[in-house]
Nanobody, 125 residues
Framework: VQLQASGGGLVQAGGSLRLSCAASGRTFSGYTVGWFRQAPGKEREFVAAIRWRGGTTSYTDSAKGRFTLSRDNAKNTVYLQMNTLKPEDTAVYYC???????????????????WGQGTQVTVSS
């Protein structure tokens, strides 16, 4: 499956952005789709994930209450709605997909075999 991430941009603190992750080549059916981010000089870190079947979601503590995952079956796309953005949310955001990830490793970079190209999110103070 090929992934295309989009929707990043520059926003002021407190603002919102919606990131999209579109699949091509095959559908997301049977996959878990995750969002990760990487700030300059830092390791890539988990943000949130959604299981396509059933729609179960997982979030990091920093994302809970501010970020919301959703999916559009017809468009084969996962969305990450990010509200109340903070300067520390500034990073390149990547979407990733896996057919084998389980709950215990849902936040592990190595658990995902398919990655999009990343989209830059910059939050100004």
């Amino acid at each position: 499956v090929q992934l295309q991430a989009s929707g990043g941009g520059l926003v002021q603190a407190g603002g919102s952005l919606r990131l999209s992750c579109a699949a091509s080549g095959r559908t997301f059916s049977g996959y878990t789709v995750g969002w990760f981010r990487q700030a300059p000089g830092k390791e890539r870190e988990f943000v949130a994930a959604i299981r396509w079947r059933g729609g179960t979601t997982s979030y990091t503590d920093s994302a809970k209450g501010r970020f919301t995952l959703s999916r559009d079956n017809a468009k084969n796309t996962v969305y990450l709605q990010m509200n109340t953005l903070k300067p520390e949310d500034t990073a390149v955001y990547y979407c990733a997909a896996s057919q084998t990830v389980i709950l215990s490793n849902i936040g592990a970079v190595g658990a995902y075999g398919y990655w999009g190209q990343g989209t830059q999110v910059t939050v100004s103070s």
